[in-house]
C-alpha cells in the first residue's frame, strides 16, 4: 500500500503532469511546422517546450512552496535542475549539432555508393527558448498545483 501514497506527494504529481503537458504539446506544435502529424514526439527528446526543464522545475518550485525556499531541500532541488537545464540546453543541444554534421558525411560518403547507413538522431537538446519555455510551464503548473491542492 505505500504506493498508494505517492499520488498525495503534490510535488511530484505537479512535476509528472508539467512533463506530460510538455511532451503533449510538442505534437501540435510540429504538426503547425511540419504539417504532418507525428505522435511519436509523445515518447521524443528534443523540441518545444522542453519537457526536462518542465519536469525539474516543477518539482523544484513545488519543493519551495511546500518546504520553504530557505531549505537544504529546496537548494538540492534547485541546483538538480540547474544541472538538467544546463545539460538540455547546453551539452545535449551541442551533440546534436554533432549528430547533424556527421549525418551530412554520412549522406556524402553514401551517395557514390549503394550503402545505407543508420542516422543518428540530431534533436537531443533544447534552444534556450525551448528550455525557458518548459522552466515557465513548470512553474505554471506547480504554482496552479499547489494553489489548488496545496
Known sequence: MPLVG???????????IAWTI??????PLDFVRTRRLNWAILLSVGGMPSSHSALVTATAYGVGLRAGFD?????????LAIVVVYDAAGIRRQAGKHAA???????DL??????????????L??????????????????QAFWMVWG
Open 22 to 27: 510538455a511532451q503533449v504539446i510538442k505534437v
Open 6 to 16: 505517492i499520488f498525495d506527494n503534490h510535488t511530484l504529481v505537479a512535476a509528472a
Open 125 to 142: 537538446g533544447h534552444t534556450p527558448l525551448q528550455v525557458l519555455a518548459g522552466i515557465l510551464l513548470g512553474i505554471l503548473i506547480a
Open 71 to 79: 531549505t537544504a531541500v529546496f537548494a538540492v532541488a534547485a541546483v
Open 101 to 107: 554534421i556527421i549525418n551530412a558525411l554520412i549522406e
Open 110 to 123: 553514401a551517395a557514390g555508393h549503394p550503402l545505407k547507413e543508420e542516422q543518428l538522431r540530431e534533436v
